[in-house]
């Protein structure tokens, strides 16, 4: 039976400082799945102007965000990086799924609300749309596969009820142009045009939190900076960032169990697992026992020791912003090819004359 193509697809958005929530939930996994899957790695800006970005600001954090995927070990020569912007395709796809998408679907947004803050009416009709658009961004190449963070799980499951709706109300004629691969939906057999992306949020940080409330997320908004570890921090920084990151009094258990209702501790513990590659099992089979005093150190070299030279082929690699450009804009083209002709086909779908 004829199967989709598997094929990854992600991406980070450029609106501040990546950190280690983006490092470890997302851009360090997609190392390590080069090897398994052609990939697509997205440096999100269209996603990024939902909310007003400083222009130049913006210029640089896309550059930022293409070198930290660089330093990390994203082969660009094998698969493809480049910044949303450059393919148009994403933007003319977003469209054609706005038509597909429910309001319903989109006023579930957990996202948009946190984003969104109190006044709704002052947000960017881009940020209530953003889930279409990133819909497009996936389906546009009929990615497989995406790994990202607990905190976009509930923007993938959009994705596949866009696909399911479009393979859905379009059936007849995805069959007809002989444009369907036979996929299982619910219990039947179809003929579906977009697959039904399965999300990979696996290991021990899908889920980083604040280093100064084990309750918060890590991320880029938050105004302290000492509550994350951004990927341009230098050593010091990294050592000061833990040794102050908010713990309980006790020491660390020696089983898992034992971190329940202790969010910081569980957080430290998972940044170390991540880290080291390990379970938080097997770390906690080696610190229980140990109070924080001991712990924090550990994690500081730990975290310096992996994150200094990623941080260091960064700045390598923004030393020679002309040099991301040329790599950005070589992925554009190939990313282009393909999402052309998804959308040549999607429109002959949807009945859009278009050759
Ligand atoms: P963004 O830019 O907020 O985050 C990029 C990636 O980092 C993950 N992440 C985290 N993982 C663990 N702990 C954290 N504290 C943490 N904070 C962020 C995110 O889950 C994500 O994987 N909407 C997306 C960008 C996007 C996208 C896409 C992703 C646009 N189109 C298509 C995948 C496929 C976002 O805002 O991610």
């Known amino acids: 039976m004829a199967d989709f193509t598997q094929r990854v697809f992600s991406g980070v958005q450029p609106s501040g400082n990546l950190h280690l929530g983006n490092y470890l939930g997302a851009v360090r996994r997609w190392v390590a799945l080069q090897d398994s899957y052609p990939c697509i790695f997205c440096v999100v800006d269209l996603h990024a102007i939902t909310v007003y970005q400083d222009p130049s600001a913006l210029e640089t954090a896309t550059r ?155 991320s880029k908004s938050d105004p302290s900076d000492l509550s994350r570890i951004n990927l341009t921090d230098d050593e010091d920084q990294i050592s000061k960032k833990i040794r102050k990151a908010k713990t309980d009094p006790d020491g660390l258990p020696s089983e898992l169990a034992g971190l329940a209702g202790r969010p910081e501790a569980d957080n430290l513990v998972g940044i170390y697992a991540a880290l080291a590659g390990r379970s938080r099992e097997a770390v906690l089979a080696e610190f229980g026992g140990r109070q924080f005093s001991e712990f924090k150190p550990a994690l500081a070299d730990l975290a310096v020791a992996s994150l200094s030279p990623v941080s260091a082929r960064m700045r390598e690699h923004l030393a020679d912003p002309a040099g991301i450009d040329a790599v950005l804009r070589d992925g554009a083209e190939r990313a282009r090819a393909i999402a052309a002709e998804t959308i040549a086909q999607t429109k002959a779908i949807m009945g859009l004359l278009n050759d």
């Open 64 to 218: 930022e965000v293409a070198a930290a995927y660089l330093a990390a070990g994203i082969d660009a020569k094998a698969h493809i990086v480049f910044n949303q912007s450059r393919v148009p395709e994403h933007a003319e796809l977003a469209w054609l799924f706005n038509c597909v998408v429910r309001l319903g679907w989109l006023n579930r947004m957990t996202q948009f609300k946190d984003k969104a803050g109190k006044d709704r009416e002052a947000a960017s009709a881009g940020l209530y749309v953003y889930p279409a658009l990133m819909a497009a961004d996936i389906l546009a190449y009929r990615a497989t596969h995406v790994p990202v963070g607990e905190d976009q799980k509930q923007h993938l499951e959009l994705t596949r009820d866009i696909a399911a709706k479009f393979n859905h109300d379009y059936a007849a004629r995805i069959a007809e142009r002989g444009l369907g691969v036979p996929m299982t939906m619910g219990e039947q057999e179809v003929q579906g045009f977009f697959p039904l992306t399965e999300p990979l949020i696996e290991g021990p940080a899908t889920r980083v939190m604040s280093l100064r409330d084990g309750t918060k997320k890590m």
